[in-house]
């Protein structure tokens, strides 16, 4: 590997768009026959939607199959839909669902080798080489996020520094002893550590940082503007989850505009999450994606809830890979409020603008008289929090306007003293879901 080269893998990365859906082709033909030949469940599947495994010739075959959902995964926990024996898994993961049996995904050595691959290849595109000092702060363990980092990174051959997430001021201290210059965890997590770093007097301007991948949650940009801004840094987002293979199924360039997926091992369809049409580039809908190289577990057409859409024109970087816009939620996180869909990264794009306030809000839902209602917790910052009463019901006004013009409905707004509101070292909860299931 020669560490002078603008791509890591120039010949996938900038190749025609002929080309890469021709590999694709053949990568998914390959696919659709190792399921079929080795797990019942997609033999039936396939079988059952009448195509043919040994004649797959053309990316539009994969639209006759069903979508797979994570329930499926779940029905079929732990192992029932692996692909490959036993004794060739060498790892699993595990997603991080809150609620019944969370979905396992399982790795051969060759998966291993193809995960690192991809997220190294964008790390590698954003800059990323050898004398890098990569600190890793995403978990490790079931979580993708903390392993996925580290091998991606070791591949590159940067130093890498694998302390996980928590123990902020030792993240600190190690970040500016070692001079770490590639910093990857959570967005939110990343304000934390700017936030610990205010009150042990750490400047990041003195520290080496110059870019830090941030993703595993939706995140705005105007939380980006915040990242950038208080840790002296290039904020780029990261893409992925576990069931495709974990970080590195996309990921944006330094140009920010839009994420590159890594066609070559994902094939991305973008469809409407109502009636499952598959939409167009530049319409919105939710993504779902087939693995074409993986053994161990690969997923057909499986729906990821994220919800963004893909962005044709070549970016000026050079790739010609596709781009997603970047992530703007979750279906199971959209709100239905009186009738209007609200995405938590709304209400916070707009609070993000607003200064005075800090980058910490919880979305408060309950149920009143059989109505659902809308709150929102935010924490001023300390130099208004001193102000007189009447002044902060000025301002909680003021925010429930720009949030009335911008989202279209009445948000109560309530301000909360600076530090209240709880931190995140890893995927932050932003709604509070007080609502009683009747
Ligand atoms: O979060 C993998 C990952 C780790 C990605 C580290 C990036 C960095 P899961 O725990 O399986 O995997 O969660 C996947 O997290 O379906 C999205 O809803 C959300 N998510 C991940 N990355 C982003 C992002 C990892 N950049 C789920 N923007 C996905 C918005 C994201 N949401």
Request: charged share 30%.
């Amino acid at each position: 590997m020669t560490d002078n080269k603008k791509f890591l893998e120039p010949e996938v990365s900038t190749s025609s768009r002929a080309d890469i859906e021709s590999l694709q082709a053949q990568r998914l033909a390959d696919t659709i026959k190792h399921i079929y030949e080795a797990n019942t469940f997609y033999r039936e599947r396939i079988d059952g939607a009448g195509l043919d495994p040994y004649r797959i010739k053309d990316l539009k075959s994969i639209q006759s199959l069903p979508f797979t959902t994570k329930e499926e995964l779940r029905k079929n926990y732990p192992f029932g839909l692996f692909c490959s024996p036993h004794e060739d898994i060498v790892r699993v993961h595990s997603s991080s669902g809150t609620t019944g049996n969370p979905t396992v995904v399982g790795y051969t050595r060759e998966d291993l080798k193809i995960w690192a691959g991809v997220l190294a290849r964008v790390m590698y595109d954003c800059g990323v080489r050898k004398d890098d000092v990569v600190q890793v702060s995403h978990g490790f363990g079931m979580f993708t996020g903390g392993f996925g980092f580290q091998y991606a990174a070791e591949k590159i051959g940067a130093l890498v520094i694998p302390i996980s997430g928590g123990n902020t001021e030792r993240q600190l201290k190690v970040m500016s002893d070692f001079g770490t210059t590639v910093l990857c965890c959570t967005p939110s997590y990343a304000l934390y550590m700017s936030e610990v770093a205010k009150k042990v007097g750490l400047d990041f301007k003195r520290l080496k940082l110059k870019v830090g991948f941030f993703g595993a949650e939706p995140w705005t940009e105007a939380m980006r503007r915040e990242i950038e801004d208080r840790l002296s840094i290039c904020a780029l987002d990261s893409y992925g989850l576990s069931e495709v293979i974990g970080p590195g199924v996309s990921c944006e360039c330094i140009h920010k505009k839009g994420l590159h997926i890594n066609e070559d091992h994902f094939l991305v369809e973008v469809i409407d999450p109502d009636t499952g049409e598959v939409l167009a580039p530049g319409q919105k809908g939710e993504l779902v994606f087939t693995s074409l190289t993986k053994r161990a577990m690969p997923v057909i057409r499986y729906r990821t809830k994220d919800i963004s859409y893909l962005i044709e024109e070549q970016c000026s970087c050079g790739k010609t890979l596709a781009r997603m816009a970047k992530p703007m939620g979750r279906t199971d996180d959209m709100l239905i409020i009186r009738g209007v869909n609200i995405f938590p990264s709304q209400i916070e794009e707009v609070l993000m603008d607003i200064s005075d306030l800090e980058p910490h809000y919880l979305i408060v839902l309950d149920r009143r008289d059989y109505m659902d209602v809308l709150e929102v917790w935010v924490e001023v910052s300390e130099n208004i929090f001193q102000e007189k009463i009447m002044v902060l019901e000025d301002f909680e006004s003021s925010i429930e306007e720009r949030l009335y013009s911008a989202i279209g409905i009445r948000i109560k707004v309530s301000l909360k003293e600076p530090q209240t509101i709880a931190r995140s070292q890893g995927k932050a909860q932003r709604v509070l879901d007080r609502r009683k299931k009747d």
